[in-house]
C-alpha cells in the first residue's frame, strides 16, 4: 500500500511539472480565415463577425484574458465615407447607413507596469467592392490569406509562445477590424482604448507576412521610432535580409499608435501579383518563413524584456512628402528592391506598362525627363503627367537598357 501510495504522489508531482510547450497552428489559423465560408471577411459582415468569434475562441483556448468592451470584443459603428479625403464619423447608434466593425482583444497579465501590443488586421475585402485590384466580370471572393490571416497566424503564435515567457511586461493581442476601409479598428482603440495607453510600452504589427521570398528579404517599418530599435533588430537577424524604414507612418495599423506617441515596429514580406485579387489563398502562403518571422519577433521581445519603458522619437512623416498624381503605370512596385530604381513586382490587366510591353522583373530608372532611383523619385516623375499623356519609360531588363512608349 506504501508502495501505491509513493507511486500516485510521484505521478502527481510529475504532472505538476509538466512544462509548457507552444503550439503552431499557424496554417490551420491562415486556413480558417481565409476559407471562402467567410466569404473575404469584409468590415461588419458575416464573415468578419464569424472570424471574430475564432479568434476569440483561440484565445480563450491559450488562456487569454478578454480585453474588449465585451469580453474579447469591441465594437465600434461608424458611417462609411463619400468623401475619400474626409475623416469617418464614429457613432454610438446603429442606422441603415452605418456598419459596425469589431476588435478582437486578448490578455496576458503579467501583473506588470506596461504593456506590449501585438496586432494584426483580420478584415478583407468581401467580394472586392473598393480596393479590389481584380479586372474580371464575376464577383469573386477575396479570400485574404496573406493580407491579412497571415498577420492573424503570426499573432497567434506569438500569443502561445508568450503565454509562459517575458513575463517583465503584460501583453494585448489585438485582431483589428476595419483596416482595409482606413485603420478604422486601430484608430478607434487609440481613441478609445481599454487600457491606459500611457502603459503602451510598443506596438508590433503584422501585416501580409506570408510571403517570404527565397533571398529572405523582410521589411521592417518603425525602426526610428525608439533609439532601441535599430540595435535590437541587427543583434537578432541570423538570416533576414532587412530593409529599414524609419517612418512610424504607414498603410498599416502601426499608424494609429504611432500618432499617439507609442514606438511601433511593422512586419512586411512585400507585395505580390495575388495582392488585393480572389487568387491571394493559402496554399500560396509560406509557412516555414511565417515561422522565422515568429522566431525573429519572439527573440526580440526577449532581447527587449528587461529594458523597461522605451523611449519614444518622432521620426520623419514620409507620406506628407508623397506627390499626388492623376495617372499609374499600373504595375505592383517591389517594395523590398534596395538597388536603384523601381523594380516591377507585377504588372495589371489593360494598364499602360503592360501595353506598352513592361514585365514583372523590369526596373525602370527614368520616366520621362526624370531619373528614377527609388520609390519617392518614381512618384514624383509620376506625378508630372495627366490622363492622355504621352513619354517614355527607360528601363533595366536582364542588366540591359530598353526603352518603351508610354501612353496614361
Do not use: W
Amino acid at each position: 500500500m506504501k508502495q501505491i501510495l509513493i507511486l500516485v504522489f510521484f505521478t502527481a508531482l510529475l504532472g505538476c511539472n509538466t512544462t509548457y510547450k507552444p503550439e503552431n497552428k499557424i496554417k490551420e489559423d491562415v486556413s480558417f480565415l481565409s476559407d471562402d465560408k467567410l466569404e473575404g471577411r469584409g468590415t461588419g459582415t458575416a464573415g468578419e463577425k464569424a472570424a471574430a468569434d475564432y479568434i476569440a475562441k483561440r484565445f480563450k483556448d491559450l488562456g487569454l484574458e478578454g480585453k474588449g468592451t465585451d469580453g474579447y470584443f469591441q465594437d465600434f459603428t461608424f458611417k462609411p465615407k463619400t468623401d475619400p479625403h474626409s475623416e469617418v464619423k464614429y457613432i454610438s447608434m446603429n442606422s441603415d447607413s452605418t456598419i459596425t466593425g469589431r476588435n478582437v482583444l486578448g490578455f496576458i497579465d503579467n501583473n506588470a507596469k506596461q504593456t506590449i501590443v501585438i496586432g494584426a488586421h483580420y478584415d478583407h475585402l468581401g467580394f472586392g467592392n473598393e480596393g479590389s485590384l481584380y479586372r474580371g466580370e464575376d464577383k469573386a471572393i477575396h479570400n485574404g490569406a496573406d493580407d491579412n490571416a497571415s498577420g492573424v497566424g503570426l499573432m497567434l503564435n506569438l500569443a502561445s509562445k508568450l503565454r509562459e515567457a517575458n513575463t517583465n511586461n503584460n501583453y494585448l493581442f489585438m485582431a483589428f477590424s476595419g483596416e482595409e476601409m482606413g485603420l478604422l479598428g486601430s484608430n478607434y482603440f487609440a481613441k478609445n482604448a481599454t487600457i491606459s495607453t500611457d502603459s503602451i510600452n510598443y506596438m508590433i504589427n503584422m501585416d501580409m507576412v506570408g510571403r517570404l521570398k527565397a533571398d529572405s528579404t523582410l521589411a521592417v517599418y518603425g525602426v526610428g521610432t525608439s533609439p532601441i530599435f535599430k540595435q535590437v533588430l541587427m543583434a537578432n537577424n541570423k538570416s533576414f535580409k532587412i530593409i529599414e524604414n524609419e517612418s512610424g507612418v504607414g498603410p498599416s495599423d502601426h499608424t494609429s499608435f504611432y500618432l499617439v506617441d507609442i514606438p511601433v515596429l511593422h512586419f512586411f514580406t512585400g507585395q505580390h501579383e495575388d495582392y488585393h485579387k480572389p487568387s491571394d489563398d493559402f496554399d500560396k502562403v509560406n509557412y516555414e518563413g511565417m515561422e522565422r518571422i515568429s522566431n525573429y519577433i519572439f527573440d526580440i521581445i526577449s532581447d527587449l524584456d528587461n529594458n523597461g519603458k522605451l523611449a519614444f522619437r518622432k521620426t520623419k512623416n514620409e507620406s506628407e512628402e508623397t506627390p499626388r498624381f492623376k495617372v499609374g503605370l499600373g504595375v505592383i512596385p517591389d517594395y523590398l528592391f534596395d538597388g536603384k530604381g523601381m523594380r516591377i513586382d507585377g504588372v495589371s490587366e489593360d494598364r499602360p506598362a503592360i501595353r506598352a510591353g513592361l514585365q514583372k522583373g523590369d526596373i525602370v530608372i527614368q520616366l520621362g525627363d526624370s531619373t528614377v532611383v527609388d520609390m519617392m523619385s518614381y512618384m514624383k516623375a509620376l506625378s508630372v503627367f495627366d490622363v492622355g499623356n504621352t513619354t517614355k519609360a527607360v528601363v533595366l531588363r536582364d542588366g540591359k537598357k530598353i526603352i518603351f512608349d508610354i501612353k496614361f
